[in-house]
Nanobody
Framework: QMQLVESGGGLVQPGGSLRLSCAAS????????IGWFRQAPGKEREGVSC????????YYADSVKGRFTISRDNAKNTVYLQMNSLKPEDTAVYYC????????????????????WGQGTQVTVSS
């Protein structure tokens, strides 16, 4: 069973930074693509970033490109999302997700395609 647990969310001022963690259990994270998604109140869940197995490809949504960095620590079976220059519009619940059918990030990062999800971690950017 693929289990994911997010952590690292919190309240930060605009321009600040946070690092989210996605810890995996029940499977070897390096064999699968891991996606980060976020959902703000009243909005659809959107794809933020994705890292393929063996780090063979990385994707960022235009809204976070240049500010967010996804990475993986295989020894800890964990994927990270470093978020810098945070904006109020980044406020959302952030989720990591994976699927046994995706060794590589899909061409379209759609939440409906991913079947294993963490519980989410709240990120609030506010002064």
């Amino acid at each position: 069973q693929m289990q994911l647990v997010e952590s690292g969310g919190g309240l930060v001022q605009p321009g600040g930074s946070l690092r989210l963690s996605c810890a995996a259990s029940g499977f070897t994270l390096d064999y699968y693509a891991i996606g980060w998604f976020r959902q703000a109140p009243g909005k659809e869940r959107e794809g933020v970033s994705c890292i393929s197995s063996r780090d063979s490809s990385i994707y960022y949504a235009d809204s976070v490109k240049g500010r967010f960095t996804i990475s993986r620590d295989n020894a800890k079976n964990t994927v990270y999302l470093q978020m810098n220059s945070l904006k109020p519009e980044d406020t959302a619940v952030y989720y990591c997700a994976t699927d046994e059918n995706f060794p590589a990030c899909p061409a379209m990062l759609r939440h409906a395609d991913f079947t294993s999800w963490g519980q989410g971690t709240q990120v609030t950017v506010s002064s």
